[in-house]
């Protein structure tokens, strides 16, 4: 039996910030119901909206499924291990990062790798990588926060 076969007009901004961009034949992605404001939440907040472009670094697929990704340095800022991410448009936790940023995992449970297009992934990939939304608006708010504060002696900012 064939999958549904869908089809979208795509915008010039989403060839160009996400993997999209970088196909010329039709392929499968990942695709979720957007939660209501009535669904209760129990998860990651991810909102769909692609940050940047990761590379996929690295598979282990014996044991434990893992998959090591470098982030594009705008965006590596926001990740942390045990904290949330979406790679390709499926939200995931990070198992692991590297303090300076160069790279995180994520671990596949068999029931992502079965529902998704993650375990179709090959070294060198690109994907699509969202950070955590709540990690950016604190960010953001910091560094407004920073920026209004007067300059105190002897302190750089």
Do not use: C, Y
């Not at 160069?102 to 297009?117: D, G, M, Q, Y």
Request: without cysteine.
């Amino acid at each position: 039996m064939q999958p549904d076969a869908w089809s979208f007009d795509v915008i010039p901004q989403t060839l160009a910030r996400t993997t999209l961009g970088l196909v010329s034949t039709p392929r499968a992605v990942n695709l979720e119901h957007a939660v209501l404001a009535s669904t209760p939440m129990g998860g990651h907040i991810v909102q769909g909206h692609v940050d940047g472009l990761g590379r996929v670094a690295g598979i282990q697929s014996t044991g434990q499924w893992r998959v090591r990704i470098e982030p594009p340095e705008a965006v590596a800022r926001f990740i942390v291990a045990q904290g949330s991410i979406a790679v390709d448009g499926v939200s995931l936790t990070v198992a692991d990062a590297a303090a300076d940023g160069a790279w995180f995992e994520v671990a596949l449970i068999p029931e992502t790798l079965s529902r998704t297009t993650l375990a179709a992934l090959a070294l060198g990939d690109a994907v699509n990588i969202e950070a955590d939304h709540l990690s950016k608006l604190i960010a953001r708010e910091v560094a407004r926060q920073m920026a209004l504060r007067p300059a105190q002696p002897g302190h750089e900012r």
